[in-house]
C-alpha cells in the first residue's frame, strides 16, 4: 500500500517568490495536516483539512495557505518567501473522524531552501 | 512556545546499553504519540498511547504515558545501532486536531 506521497522533494526558491508543495495521503484517510520543520526542533503546525474544509491553523502568517481536492489531495502555498522559510515541509495524513486519536502518518517531506 | 519539553537532547550510547527518553509537560493531553525520525525524511509513527498509567511494549522499546496523562517515557532494551534516530514526542488533545511536538531528543547508537 502507498504512503503518504509528497512532490517535489526538494525545492531552491529565492526571495519574494511563491511556492507550491503537493501531498497525496493514504488512500481511504480523508485529512491532511501540515507542518513546518526547520532544523534542530520538532514540526509545527501549520493546517489541517478535513473532506475540504480547514479544520485547524497554526500560528502562521496570512502568506501561508492551503486546499483540499476532492480526491483528498492537499496543497501548501506560500507566498512572498523569506529566508526563514527554509525547513522540511511535511504532510501527515489521517482518518480524521470524531473521536479519532489523531494518530498522524507522515510522508517524505518536501526540503524547501529559500536563498 | 514548546509545551513538551524532551530530555535529553541529545544522548550518545554504545550498542548494548539502555535508555529512557522523556517527554514533559504542564499540560494534559488525551493521547500521546512517540515517532522516530532518520534525517531528510518525515516521522514515522512508533506507537500511540491514550490512557493514563498504560504501559505499551515494542520489542525491545516500552513506553509509558503518565498517570496524569502529562508525560511520557520511552525505554530502550539493548539499544542497537538501527535504533540512531530523532525520537520525537507528540501530544493531541479532544477537540482539537493538531498535534504539539517536543523538539526530539536525538539518539546516536555506536557499534
Known amino acids: 500500500d502507498a504512503g503518504v506521497t509528497q512532490s517535489p522533494t526538494h525545492l531552491i526558491k529565492t526571495r519574494g517568490q511563491h511556492v507550491t508543495l503537493r501531498c497525496s495521503p493514504i488512500?481511504?484517510?480523508?485529512?491532511v495536516s501540515w507542518y513546518q520543520q526547520v532544523l534542530g526542533q520538532g514540526p509545527q503546525f501549520i493546517f489541517q483539512?478535513?473532506?475540504?474544509?480547514?479544520?485547524g491553523r497554526g500560528n502562521f502568517p496570512d502568506r501561508f495557505s492551503a486546499r483540499q481536492f476532492p480526491n483528498y489531495s492537499s496543497e501548501l502555498n506560500v507566498n512572498a518567501l523569506l529566508l526563514g522559510d527554509s525547513a522540511l515541509y511535511l504532510c501527515?495524513?489521517?482518518?480524521?473522524?470524531?473521536?479519532?486519536?489523531?494518530?498522524?502518518?507522515f510522508g517524505p517531506g518536501t526540503r524547501l531552501t529559500v536563498l | 512556545t514548546q509545551l513538551l519539553e524532551q530530555s535529553p537532547q541529545f544522548l550518545s550510547i554504545q550498542e548494548g546499553e539502555n535508555l529512557t527518553v522523556y517527554c514533559n509537560s504542564s499540560?494534559?493531553?488525551?493521547?500521546l504519540q512517540w515517532y522516530r525520525q532518520e534525517p531528510g525524511e518525515g516521522p514515522v509513527l512508533l506507537v500511540t498511547?491514550?490512557?493514563?498509567?498504560e504501559v505499551k511494549k515494542l520489542k525491545r522499546l516500552t513506553f509509558q504515558f503518565g498517570d496524569a496523562r502529562k508525560d511520557s517515557s520511552l525505554h530502550i532494551t539493548a539499544a542497537q545501532p538501527g535504533d540512531t534516530g530523532l525520537y520525537l514526542c507528540?501530544?493531541?488533545?479532544?477537540?482539537?486536531?493538531?498535534?504539539?511536538f517536543g523538539k526530539g531528543t536525538k539518539l546516536s547508537v555506536i557499534p
Open positions: 507528540a501530544g493531541g488533545r479532544a477537540g482539537s486536531y493538531q498535534l504539539t
Open positions: 483539512y478535513y473532506e475540504k474544509e480547514e479544520r
Open positions: 501527515a495524513s489521517s482518518l480524521g473522524g470524531t473521536g479519532s486519536y489523531n494518530e498522524q502518518f
Open positions: 498511547v491514550v490512557t493514563g498509567g
Open positions: 499540560s494534559v493531553f488525551s493521547s
Open positions: 488512500s481511504g484517510h480523508k485529512s
